[in-house]
């Protein structure tokens, strides 16, 4: 699990209300790990946790091997982010929005401009270099944020509902992407709401009221069922 993410015994509380539950996850390197819950679950808590916006008081966080708590800095350097809300600079150009991020990550020159073709490339973007981000489509946009996620390399990539707000076709596209990076070796936790975001060979994490009620693969979860009929039994018998 070195190259992983590792979770343990994590909880939050917002006061006097719990908002995640001794959460247990790991997601090795080369895996997709679906986190699925409806709104409300915990995902956007978790996320926040994982990317030091908030400091978690109880449990460990496990970046690549390094202990969030104890190695921030190194800790953060492995992982590539994409939030649920957009975070594009729409005055640049897509290779200045990435150019931008790699500067911040200590990239810059031709270093920055390699990682910057090679990320475009992977996300089939190469073409849009010079583009203002103003006039992409919504699914390139988040095809982009996926690329400036990945210009440093890190070991661990995160997506909290990525798909928001974007077509079935689309949503798909961009679903593909991403277990092709999974499969290509990185560790990818993918925050959702949506049952068919989510493969039968996907790792899954099933969260409800800041637990997680089942882990497994889709396919060993639902059986001879649907995802979809599993998500529900099991999300309105803990309502």
């Known amino acids: 699990m070195a190259e992983g993410l590792e979770i343990s015994g994590l909880s939050y509380r917002y006061g006097a209300k719990s908002a995640l539950d001794d959460i247990e996850l790991s997601v090795p390197a080369g895996r997709f790990c679906a986190l699925l819950g409806p709104n409300g679950a915990g995902k956007s808590t978790l ?113 909290d509902e990525p798909t928001v707000g974007l077509d079935a076709a689309t949503r798909l596209a961009i679903t593909g992407h991403v277990h092709d990076l999974a499969d290509a070796g990185l560790a990818v936790l993918w925050a959702t709401h949506l049952t068919d975001e989510v493969a039968p060979g996907d790792q899954l994490a099933i969260l409800h009221r800041g637990r997680i009620c089942a882990q497994g693969t889709a396919r060993d979860l639902t059986g001879a069922g649907s995802l979809q009929d599993r998500f529900l039994a099991l999300t309105e018998a803990a309502a």
């Open 47 to 159: 996320f926040a946790l994982l990317t030091r916006l908030f400091v978690a008081r109880n449990g460990m966080i496990r970046i690549a091997g390094h202990d969030l708590a104890r190695q921030p800095r190194a800790a953060l350097a492995r992982i590539g982010v994409v939030f649920q809300q957009p975070t594009l600079d729409l005055d640049l150009t897509v290779r200045r929005n990435l150019l931008y991020f790699a500067a911040l990550h200590g990239l810059s020159g031709r270093a920055a401009d390699l990682r910057a073709a090679e990320v475009l490339e992977r996300l089939n973007m190469a073409e849009r270099a010079q583009e203002p981000a103003r006039n992409l489509n919504g699914g390139h946009r988040r095809r982009m944020e996926i690329a400036r996620a990945l210009i440093h390399r890190p070991a661990v990539l995160l997506l």
